[in-house]
Every structure is written in C-alpha cells, then in structure tokens.
C-alpha cells in the first residue's frame, strides 16, 4: 500500500471530514491526527521526527492510502516529492474563519499542554508558527503563505483546492471516482474538538 492523496491543508479547515470522505471513497485508512493521538506506535514515530530525527514515510505511514491534517501536512513538500502518482487536495476556508476555529480548539489544546515533546507543542507551535501560534496576525499570515506555497509548487492538474462546502462533485472529479450517494461528511466541529480535549486526547 502507498500514499495516494497527501492533505497540504492546516488542521481546522475540513481535515476531519475530508479524512472521512477520502475513506468512503476507498482511499482508506486515512492518516490524520487523530491516528496519531490513538495509537502509541504513531505517537512516538511522529515526536521523534518534530524532534529532527529523518523521517521514514514509508514506516510513518505504513498501512494509509491517504493523509491529511497535521502533522503530514506540514510535511506536504516532501511528501508530495515522496509520492510523485500522489493526488494532492488543499483544504482551505478563509483566513479569519480559520483562526475562528483555530483559537477554539488547536490553541487551546496548544496553551494548555504542559508535554514539550507533544505534537502541539514540538511541531504545531514551534515549527509551524514559530512559538507565536497566540499571534493572531502572525498566525494568519502563516496560514496564508503556505496556501500560496501549495499553490505556487504544486502542478495545477495534480492540485484540488477543496473549500468548506464544496461536498463529494470537485473531490470525485479530481479522485476519478463516483459520487457517493450519502451526503459530504460534517466531523469534528468546535464542540466535538473540545469534547475530546476535555477528555484528555492529546498527541
């Protein structure tokens, strides 16, 4: 098995559902953070990497025909190069209603962690924002130079920009496959986010 969707998108802009929607498709197991946070083995694979170790994407995703969501996605340059047939998907929403969802969930998560070693931590905060996830400027500005990398990089035939709402038809078409007749996947909102960090699930 190999990676045949790579996710460039930050978490909090459809992750969850498009992980759902990619395995209705049958381009399942889908590795996110979620699987991160369920499995030890993962936990581990993925700190080591955030701590610089080489990563081994092969054995970092070994049994996944897809990825999406953090912390892969902070990888996408690689892993796009990785997995050349790869079809790649950016899930994007506008920048002031992803810092929204973000300040509500992932930073909260973030500020509340006291695991230097964590995922949130060792690669969100650090890596991907710099230690200034709190900066709401800041982080903004990071959310929109890496679409406008994944724009810049990617070939445009290989490349969907897959928008909240835009349901089964673009991501089918860019797939090669039908359109499901259940509707578009709707996961992990803000409530459920805090659900599952109250409950103390953290990568």
Known sequence: MSIEVVGTGFGRTGTDSMRE???????????????????????????????GGAPDWDSLLAGYKSCVDWPSAHYWRELVEAYPRARVILTWRSPESWWASFEKTILPAIVGSTDQESLGIALVSKQVFGGRPQDRAH???VYETNVEAVLGTVPAERLLVHKLGDGWEPLCAHLGV?????????????QEFRTALALGNRP
Request: proline share 11%; glycine share 4%; charged share 20%.
């Open 178 to 190: 039908p359109v499901p007749d259940e509707p578009y996947p709707a996961r992990n909102t803000t």
């Open 21 to 51: 929607a990619l395995t209705m498709l049958g381009f399942g197991p889908c590795h996110h953070m979620s699987e991160v946070m369920a499995h030890a083995r993962q936990k581990r694979l993925w700190r080591a990497v955030a701590k």
């Open 139 to 141: 982080a903004i500005a």
